[in-house]
Every structure is written in C-alpha cells, then in structure tokens.
C-alpha cells in the first residue's frame, strides 16, 4: 500500500514556472513508476509525466521542453518542476504509483493522491 499526498500548487502568471512536490509513504517507494497526470475543467485527467525506478521519463508532447519530473527516493518524493506555464496548463494535478515500467496509462496506476490545483492567469 502506499500514500500520496501532493503539494505545491497554487496561482501563477503565463510564463511563470511551479514546482509540485509528491510524498509517498509506504513499502519500497523506490521500486515504483511515479507519475503525473491533470485533469482540466470539463475535461477527462491525461496524462503528464512518468519516471521509472531508474529515473527513465516520458512525457506528454503538450508538456516536453517545459516540465520536469524527478525523484529524491531518499526523500520518498517526486517532483514536477513546471516552466513557462500556459492557461491550457491550468488543472488539478494528481501524483500516482504503479507497479510497472514506464507507464502513461491511468488505468496501469494503482494508487493516487488527492491532487493538487495549478491556475494559470493570462
């Protein structure tokens, strides 16, 4: 089992940049594909951002060259740094854990945090 409890989000201007912290808590967060997911107003949650226990990504093509998706697994903890922010990037964000490779699929992740709003003002 694990728990995820992301933080981070909040009010931002076009072009502004945020950084969303995920904590985990549980067994052998490092052995984990952690990922990024958002869902927009009126829209169904996408996909983001993955990382593998070896700190291989992937990403959405709507995000590449703007965001960034790390791990500390001392830390128990993934990151998105997100960069040069756009009003479409406005939405709650969600972490979540799959026991899996790299992983861009909602329904490969088993466990989710409760999310976090990221608003982009024009």
């Known amino acids: 089992q694990v728990q995820l409890v992301e933080t981070g989000g909040g009010l931002v201007q076009t072009g502004g940049s945020l950084r969303l912290s995920c904590a985990a808590s549980?067994?052998?967060?490092?052995?984990?594909?952690m990922g990024w997911f958002r869902r927009a107003p009126g829209k169904e949650r996408e996909f983001v951002a993955t990382?593998?226990?070896?700190?291989?990504?992937s990403y959405a093509d709507s995000v590449k060259g703007r965001f960034t998706i790390s791990r500390d697994n001392a830390k128990n903890t993934v990151y998105l740094q997100m960069n040069s922010l756009k009003p479409e990037d406005t939405a709650v964000y969600f972490c979540?854990?799959?026991?899996?490779?790299?992983?861009?699929?909602?329904?490969?992740?088993?466990?989710w945090g409760q999310g976090t709003q990221v608003t982009v003002s024009s």
């Open positions: 549980g067994r052998a967060f490092s052995t984990y594909t």
């Open positions: 979540a854990a799959a026991d899996s490779v790299l992983a861009r699929a909602l329904d490969q992740y088993g466990y």
């Open positions: 990382i593998n226990w070896s700190s291989s990504t």
